[in-house]
């Protein structure tokens, strides 16, 4: 689908969500009216990092509009450890920095840890959101993504630092 017809389509769910709220006598919350807001001034979300799903990614916090790198249906698959048919899960269970790729070595041994898995985040190499495929895309420990992306000067430079942990 082209960028413009999909902005369109998206931003006329978001309206029928919202008049459906208002209908029922309450308040469209924050997070609707952001969504809104964020295709109104034509903006798409990504698709879903996975090769062979073509979802939009999830949200993750509408106020900032800040996004996960994959679709929820990937998500609560992945981490229930289901299949998904045709669908590669592209986040691996392990910090990919444990080769040093980033100038210093994974501090964290995942096998002495029970929460290991919970503190693995995808990792945008070129910093952009908006860049979710695959190729751009690694899995780093939360330990590696933060002085990684200290050293890199994201957390200085880039006003949309919080987008970077996910
Ligand atoms: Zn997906
Ligand atoms: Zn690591």
Request: contains cysteine; proline residues 3%.
């Amino acid at each position: 689908m082209d960028k413009d017809k999909k902005i369109a389509q998206r931003l006329k769910e978001v309206e029928l969500k919202i008049k459906k709220v208002i209908h029922s006598g309450k308040k469209p919350s924050k997070g609707l009216l952001a969504e809104k807001d964020y295709y109104e001034k034509g903006n798409c979300k990504p698709e879903c990092v996975n090769p062979g799903c073509s979802n939009d990614v999830a949200w993750r916090e509408k106020k900032y509009w800040s996004m996960k790198s994959e679709c929820s249906r990937c998500m609560s698959a992945r981490k229930k450890n289901k299949l998904i048919e045709g669908v590669t899960i592209w986040k691996k269970k392990y910090c990919e920095n444990i080769d040093g790729r980033h100038g210093f070595k994974c501090p964290v041994d995942g096998s002495e840890w029970d929460h290991y898995s919970e503190s693995l985040d995808l990792n945008h190499k070129d910093g952009n959101h908006d860049n979710n495929i695959p190729k751009n895309v690694e899995t780093l420990c939360k330990l590696c993504h933060g002085r990684h992306s200290r050293e890199d000067g994201e957390w200085n430079s880039n006003k949309d630092s919080r987008r970077n942990i996910e």
